[in-house]
């Protein structure tokens, strides 16, 4: 390995550590969810509205960060979102009243999904050239995957180690806190100050780059297809109840159930998504339009299984099939970038359309999904929330052949330029 790659990977592995890192302040319900409610004060209703807080204004600053990531090098951007979030996670151990609550969960989207995002996968994506764009970006994933599990063990550690009460708690936070600090401080001296915003230091960056890639027809089938995948990856949650409730799944094995089916899928399913689409398909959109049709015939032995005890482990194995096509999905669906032909001097205005775009469906999606079962309450209800599943991924098939069409043409159109 030259020295050259080993400096790339150095860098690579940081930024994994930083992705895996930012969320945890801002999702501390997914570990701490009841000593939130006893040491906090915080009601379900009071945690429903900081998680909403926090969605809303990610998906209202995507752009705004997009636009930042082109005007300023991911080396002053990164740090400054993890640092940010760190110092907020010790306003936080001290367990502020919930309307400081409400301000400090507003501003870890500003440091997580403003200033750190968008930089993030502008900086993966310059990582590696044009061919290792699916392997990049599915490493990414799973990386996050291997950070998210590790370091929520670990606070989890903390917690029990440290009395399993409020003093657990703020130990936690203090933990998550200063592993995002640290993360923030490495990126600072290992990300390399690059070569500008620009590719050729002529073109305008910023404003002038966000119409620009606003302009770029690609980069709304990019973001239309990341949202395809993600409306189908929020009705991932609703396996667990529908094992428990229809398949009696113990209560001991619902956790481990939902660390597979959250975390270890990620590490394997990213990197796997990321080779199939280099390596197999040759193509990371080609490869999503044949992953939303593999989810159909999985889903539909899903729904044919009988329910009941005795059919737990086929259960179990049909809707974790589900889940691992849906996280090599998720592996790859932002590598379509390079395929539709965005500038590099653009890459950060072009992720803020699509993260804006692309991940709107965690503002709705739960709703709609709990909503669903809700009014229908057993299996009808898991029915008609998998149908409704079944019904996007055919949404997301049409989505992606489009997509695979457009860069398709637009690959014979520039074999056909360079030839004459």
């Known amino acids: 390995m030259t020295t050259a790659s080993r400096a ?12 895996g890192t930012i969320y945890k ?52 951007l990164i740090p400054v979102g993890l640092t940010g979030a760190g110092l907020l996670g010790l306003y936080m151990a001290t367990f502020p009243p919930f309307g400081a609550m409400v301000i400090v969960f507003a501003l870890l989207a500003v440091c997580a999904d403003c200033f750190f995002f968008p930089s993030l996968l502008k900086a993966i994506r ?33 917690f029990v180690v440290m009395g399993s009460g409020a ?10 806190s200063a592993i995002n600090i640290g993360a923030g401080l490495l990126t600072w001296f290992l990300l390399s100050d690059g070569k500008g915003a620009s590719d050729d230091g002529k073109e305008p960056v910023g ?30 949650t609703y396996f667990i109840p529908y094992l428990k409730d229809m398949y009696g799944l113990p209560v001991a094995l619902v956790g481990a159930y ?56 086929p259960a179990m194995t049909a809707t974790l099939s589900f889940a691992f096509i ?6 790859v669906f932002w590598a379509p970038m390079s395929e539709v032909g965005i500038p590099s001097r653009i890459t950060g205005s072009a992720f803020g359309i699509g993260c804006l775009i692309g991940y709107a469906p965690g503002m709705f999606a739960y709703v709609i999904y709990g909503s669903i079962l ?39 159109v520039a074999e056909a330029t360079s030839q004459a």
Request: net charge positive; proline share 3%; charged share 15%.
């Open 8 to 19: 790339k990977w150095l860098r690579f592995i940081v930024l994994v550590l930083g992705g």
């Open 25 to 76: 302040l801002a999702f501390l319900k997914d570990a701490f969810y009841v000593p939130m409610q006893e040491n906090m004060g915080l009601t379900h209703t009071e945690i429903g509205t900081l998680l909403s807080v926090n969605a809303i204004v990610s998906t209202l600053l995507f752009v705004v960060g997009g636009f930042l990531a082109d005007r300023y090098e991911p080396r002053r």
């Open 126 to 158: 310059t990582l590696g050239d044009d061919d290792e764009q699916g392997r990049m970006f599915g490493f990414l994933e799973g990386g996050r995957g291997v950070v998210d599990t590790l370091v929520a063990f670990a606070a989890l550690g903390v």
């Open 167 to 176: 003093g657990g708690l703020k130990s936690a936070i203090l933990f998550y």
């Open 207 to 236: 404003l002038a780059g966000l119409m620009e890639a606003a302009r770029v027809p690609g980069i709304w089938l990019v973001s239309l297809n990341v949202f395809m995948v993600y409306i189908v990856y929020c009705g991932l």
């Open 258 to 313: 939902g660390i597979i089916n959250q975390y270890f899928l990620k590490v394997v399913g990213g990197p796997a998504g990321g080779f199939m689409a280099d390596k197999k398909f040759k193509s990371s959109s080609r490869y999503l339009k044949w992953a939303f049709v593999a989810l159909l015939p999985v889903m539909g032995v899903i729904l044919a299984l009988p329910t009941g005890a005795g059919f737990i482990f």
């Open 326 to 331: 849906v996280f090599t999905m998720r592996g």
């Open 374 to 412: 809700d009014h229908f309450p057993g299996e009808q209800g898991y029915t008609y929330v998998f149908g409704l599943m079944s019904f996007l991924a055919v949404i997301g098939f049409m989505v992606a052949s489009l997509l695979h069409r457009s860069v398709s043409g637009g690959t014979a």
